[in-house]
């Protein structure tokens, strides 16, 4: 399994921006499939953002409709990371964002916890009104 860490958490007014990075170590990085899922309350069920697929995959990319057109995810595999930009924050993108892999099996749209084996500990984002 990889071992996977967040960072760039961080307050920011609404309308700003932030970028999150997940950096993984383990063996061929490329064959995951990384999600980015926020939990906005504790106690509240993990909500899907967003996917960027594996090499196998052609690195598709997946958005939530509520981020759709506002955050971009990337991947540089010879760095072990994925990337998710967040433009035009709003209060409610207010969240832990969490960063996971899956790897080995198709995942389903949109995306679910269950699909993914890897898990990193969580990096806070506040957007202030």
């Known amino acids: 399994q990889l071992q996977l860490v967040e960072s760039g958490g961080g307050q920011v007014q609404s309308g700003g921006s932030l970028t999150l990075s997940c950096t993984g170590s383990?063996?061929?990085?490329?064959?995951?499939?990384i999600g980015w899922f926020r939990r906005q309350a504790p106690g509240k069920e993990r909500e899907g953002v967003s996917?960027?697929?594996?090499?196998?995959?052609?690195?598709?990319?997946y958005y939530a409709e509520i981020v759709k057109g506002r955050f971009t995810i990337s991947r540089d595999n010879a760095k072990n990371t994925v990337y998710l930009q967040m433009r035009n924050l709003k209060p409610e993108d207010t969240a832990v964002y969490f960063c996971?892999?899956?790897?080995?099996?198709?995942?389903?749209?949109?995306?679910?916890?269950?699909?993914?084996?890897?898990w990193g500990q969580g990096t806070q984002v506040y957007v202030s009104s």
């Open positions: 996971a892999a899956a790897g080995g099996h198709r995942i389903q749209l949109p995306l679910r916890p269950a699909d993914f084996g890897s």
């Open positions: 383990g063996l061929r990085f490329d064959y995951y499939d």
């Open positions: 996917c960027v697929m594996s090499s196998i995959n052609n690195g598709a990319t």
